[in-house]
């Protein structure tokens, strides 16, 4: 509720760059969606992301890969189950509201 009322006081007034309101659409009410379970959302990401292990990133720093093929073929398998269960965790609380 609180987010609801936050997110129409900020978009009565138009967005000043590109002179676009929200106030009265339905992009106001997913962008509060979005604001108010971005932390659900987020909560298993974090959590997984603190469990790694430190030595296989490190393993693969050794072999001579970049970063974007260490978050792509390492870091994101590994973390893509919490990042489902952080979007089921979302729908669920977003369907029983």
Sequence with gaps: ???AIACILLFVKPIPLIEVSLYGTSWIIVFAYLVSFF???LKPVIAAMMTLDQAVEEA???DGATV????H???LPLVLPSVAAGGVMVILLAFNE
């Excluded at 974007?68 to 978050?71: G, I, K, S, T, W």
Aim: hydrophobic share 90%.
């Design 68 to 71: 974007v093929v260490r978050l």
């Design 60 to 62: 693969a720093l050794l």
């Design 73 to 75: 073929r390492i870091i």
């Design 1 to 3: 509720m609180v987010v």
């Design 39 to 41: 932390a659900v959302a």
